[in-house]
């Protein structure tokens, strides 16, 4: 029964603060999110990697342990995105092939991993959430527009906050008792805002071919969680760390990859992308609490 308790304890605030954008973005479809992304990745994201990863009691090497072992993942995560896309026989395979995947680590993996693990967790599951984003605005980028940007690199606060993050912990530097109070303001302010985002998200995102988003969703849904299991085995992991690599992989794609998309790819490639994600999100309402329940039985 205790598990079933602390299941509950771990989902609830996650999909009640998703609730709360739905409600928000069904009452106001013009309600104006802009803030929310300037803010998230601008101050709020950066603030929450550094934080995360250098105040949470992590070391050097298990940041950079599992920053590979999730480098290992999307590898893994591409292939099968290629073997997907190829079978529904997709036209743009490269532009297409962004939310099989880049997972929701940030939105929703890391304050579920945080609920789930505490501060341990969430130190984990910041090293695993700085290689997603540093990866969005590279191979993402590149992906979307078929072609490399560096100053997309060059103007992204968080691949900064990564840089200094990974030093901090080198070194073994302690942080400002300032600093760290700051900075875990500005996550969890960061992390409410795009919860509620992504709610927002969800009221104006729509499907536009069901059939293939529903095969690429449970590409993602079913074949991540198994490519974490994976891992584990092959690399032995074993405790909570573990747990936050099985849920990470099990994410619904990103919401980031709708708007990189935006940006530099076609219409119809972004409408494609949009109703993976939204399928991929709905179908996590179900698949998640099961994930979430297996990682704490089997990796506390």
Known sequence: MEIYIKLFEVIFPVFFVIGIGYYLGKKNPKIDTKFITNFAANIGTPAMV????????????????????????ILSFSVV????????????????????IFP????????ICM????????????????LIILMHFTVGVFLADRKFNLNVIIKNPPFYAIIFSAIILFYEVEMPV?????????????????????GIALTRLKVFSFNNALISSFT??????????????????KGFAAGVLLIQCSMPSAVLNYLVGSIYSPKKVVDSVAS??????????ITIPIVVYFALRYFS
């Open 115 to 130: 609920f789930a693990y505490g501060s341990q967790g969430l130190g984990v599951s910041a090293s695993i959430t700085s």
């Open 220 to 237: 993602r849904m079913f074949i991540g969680p198994l490519i974490g299991i994976g891992l584990i085995i092959i690399f032995d992991l």
């Open 50 to 73: 550094i934080y995360a990863v250098t105040s949470t009691g992590i070391n050097f090497e298990i940041f950079r342990d599992y920053f590979w072992y999730y480098l290992l993942a």
């Open 104 to 111: 929701n680590t940030g939105n929703m993996g890391l304050p």
């Open 276 to 285: 993976t994600i939204v399928v991929s999100t709905i179908m996590s309402f």
């Open 178 to 198: 300032f600093v760290i109070n700051t900075t875990e303001w500005l996550m969890y302010t960061t992390i409410f805002l795009i919860l509620m985002s992504l």
């Open 81 to 100: 995105g290629v073997i997907n896309l190829y079978l529904i026989k997709t036209k743009d395979i490269v532009r297409e092939l962004p939310p099989l």
